[in-house]
């Protein structure tokens, strides 16, 4: 179950605390140079680093599984399966597992609007992340990559990367009145 308590636990963890540490000490030269290759905001850059970062921690380390529930079968066992991929693809996200997933990857899209200029890029960003962590996870303890969790990461992405889309094209909508 999602609590307060147990994401702080989680967070404070040995290695979910190393991996926010190197985060933020590898955050600002990432940043600087995503920024300037990409040129875009340089803020922008160092917070999508960090929210990467940040994500990595949440989803790579390991979490102890809770007692009497079995690991779930990781999705490149389903792979062979095209109609149980395509279920789960369609399903509707519906409980609070899956919106947190999707509420995970709404900075990243956000950011990554910002970084990579476009929302089919930022959404692909998200995707490619998504997809890189989910397979990751079959070795880490505790953790089952799923295409449900792929789905909802990469429909985070999408909104959040969406969103920004809209703050830009108001801001430029705006600007373009106040010079009239």
């Known amino acids: 179950m999602l609590n307060a ?27 600087r140079r995503l920024a300037d290759r990409y040129q875009c905001p340089r803020a922008a850059a160092v917070l999508f680093v960090v929210t990467v970062g940040l994500i990595l921690a949440l989803t790579l380390t390991p979490s102890e599984p809770a007692a009497g529930i079995p690991r779930p079968m990781h999705f490149v066992y389903l792979l062979d399966s095209p109609r149980l991929v395509w279920a789960q693809l369609i399903a509707t996200p519906d409980d609070s597992e899956e919106l947190a997933n ?45 295409i449900t969790d792929i789905r909802n990461n990469a429909l985070g992405a999408f909104i959040g990367a969406v969103v920004a889309a809209t703050v830009v094209h108001a801001r430029r909508r705006s600007a373009d009145q106040a010079v009239r």
Request: net charge positive; glycine share 16%; with cysteine.
């Open 5 to 31: 308590e147990g994401l702080w636990n989680f967070i404070t963890g040995p290695p979910a605390l190393a991996v926010i540490v190197a985060t933020l000490a590898i955050a600002w030269p990432l940043g």
């Open 102 to 146: 999707i509420a995970i990857y709404l900075p990243a899209g956000f950011l990554g609007r910002y970084v990579w200029g476009s929302v089919a890029r930022a959404t692909g960003a998200g995707l490619v992340l998504t997809v890189f962590v989910e397979t990751c996870q079959y070795g880490v303890i505790g953790r089952a990559g799923s």
